[in-house]
């Protein structure tokens, strides 16, 4: 991905929109810069149509962390990830998963679920109905905090090993890629909220963004926003 520099919110989704964010699916070439890709636009975008960001900017692709985001006179490391259950993706890559009529169940996937042998992924691939135990009550409120916090918690280890440059603010970008039923963000965030209640005091990143839908979540030491994404890509979108 090439370096962005911009003076105005306008030439800065001109130059987005110009950037191709597809993602392949995993069986046909998907790359760790596609995935970097699609999170560090569609967050710019986002930020600067709800006016936080400071022009001019410029976002430089490095490494630890995976950007540099110069904002006015602040500079901030961002580093991006997605919230994914492995085993989920990887039985998603299986050829029993496009045969007609196979269905991979997503209950049987949940976060904290270990490796399966192939064998039994196999076999769950190949079923044609629902087999697992879904969801009850705000369990997939439950589910996604403690997805959220999980990489959170992984990716500040990142953070503070030797080699992690660091800049005036550190970000986390983070992609909720996980397969779950509608979720109440209320009570996703209170359950989250209870879960990072001490993360904060620590030497951690200053703000995490989730992609989840069609929302942006920023979370902070202060506060929690929720904020609508900004889909430049999409036809007839009214910024271009």
């Known amino acids: 991905m090439k370096d962005i520099s911009a003076v105005t919110s306008g030439e800065l989704f001109k130059t987005l929109a110009g950037i191709d964010i597809r993602v392949p699916p995993r069986i046909e070439g998907r790359t760790t810069e596609h995935c970097e890709t699609w999170s560090i636009c569609r967050l710019l975008a986002t930020l600067a149509k709800h006016k936080k960001l400071e022009f001019p900017i410029q976002l430089t692709k490095r490494e630890r962390p995976d950007f540099l985001l110069v904002s006015g006179e602040r500079r901030i490391g961002i580093e991006v990830t997605e919230a994914v259950n492995s085993e989920y993706a990887r039985a998603t890559t299986l050829p029993e998963a496009d045969i007609e009529g196979a269905i991979i169940d997503p209950s049987l996937f949940k976060w904290g679920t270990g490796r ?25 409120e439950s589910e996604y905090a403690e997805a959220i916090f999980d990489v959170i918690t992984l990716k500040t280890k990142k953070l503070q090993a030797n080699g992690f440059e660091r800049f005036d603010e550190s970000w986390l970008a983070v992609y909720c890629n996980m397969v779950l039923p509608a979720l109440e963000l209320k009570d996703a965030n209170k359950f989250f909220v209870e879960k990072s209640i001490n993360y904060w005091k620590e030497d951690g990143f200053s703000a995490v963004f989730v992609e989840e839908g069609e929302n942006i979540i920023s979370y902070s030491r202060d506060r929690i926003e929720v904020i609508q994404l900004i889909d430049i890509w999409k036809a007839g979108s009214s910024l271009l």
Not at 119 to 140: A, C, F, H, M, Y
């Open 116 to 140: 399966r042998k192939l064998n039994e992924l196999r076999s769950i691939v190949s079923q044609k109905k629902l087999t697992g135990p879904g969801w009850e009550g705000t369990s997939v």
